[in-house]
């Protein structure tokens, strides 16, 4: 089945040690977005990329890096996590941006930071 | 701006009985609205969403949800509750915003037997 694959589906890191997230989806969709989830809060947008096109929201700490080096794959780089990033990481693809095309949503990398 | 308001972050309902959760939007333009369940420790599903074809939408698992332009609400309903719907119920919107979904924040369905 065509699908949105995250791994890990936890991952702990060390306060201020790197930690790489990763998507990757069969859907051969154009957009990808990776989403921060905190405990009973909705998705909080961080960026989506357009094809390559990289899209920042303009509240993302730089903290928050991404990377998507062909269509299938999609990274999440935090470059030194702090307590305050521990949360839900959810990544989702769409066929094009914005209006019918609903996202396909992962089943999301849990962070906890220590 | 564009806003989407859930009222209610958490719902009781016995098995058997009618599930109805709120959502209203504001929006200058009719809007593209989405539901989405989301269990623990799980992504989000799409249940169903509107796209200007039909008012009445039919979803998933049962689900359906009426847009009224105006009332500005898209309430999700469900019949008859089922334990397996207990999870988390996002409604949300996109309205020229380039792909960005706009979310309310969150109704929490708990069903009891």
């Known amino acids: 089945d065509a699908m949105v694959i995250q791994n890990p589906r936890y991952q702990v890191t060390q306060f201020g040690k790197p930690v790489t997230l990763s998507c990757s989806q069969t859907?051969?969709?154009?957009?990808m977005y990776w989403y921060q989830q905190k405990s009973s809060q909705a998705p909080k947008l961080l960026f989506h990329y357009y094809d390559k096109d990289f899209n920042n929201e303009a509240d993302t700490p730089d903290n928050f890096q991404s990377r998507r080096p062909n269509t299938s794959f999609c990274f999440l780089d935090i470059r030194s996590p702090g307590l305050g990033d521990a949360a839900m990481y959810l990544c989702a693809t769409s066929p094009r941006a914005g209006g019918v095309y609903e996202q396909y949503f992962g089943p999301g990398t849990r962070l906890t930071v220590t | 701006a564009q806003s989407v308001t859930q009222l209610g972050s958490h719902v009781s309902v016995s098995e058997g009985a009618l599930v109805l959760l709120r959502c209203n939007y504001s929006s200058s333009v009719p809007p593209y609205l989405f539901w989405y369940v989301q269990y623990p420790n799980q992504g989000l599903q799409l249940l169903l969403k509107y796209t200007s074809a039909a008012t009445l939408v039919k979803g998933i698992n049962g689900f359906e949800a009426e847009f009224k332009k105006s009332e500005t609400s898209f309430h999700l309903t469900k019949p008859s509750a089922h334990m397996s719907d207990a999870a988390e119920y996002f409604c949300?919107?996109?309205?020229?915003?380039?792909?960005?979904?706009?979310f309310g924040q969150g109704t929490e369905l708990s069903v009891k037997p």
């Open positions: 859907l051969n969709h154009n957009v």
């Open positions: 949300a919107s996109e309205g020229n915003q380039g792909g960005k979904l706009i």
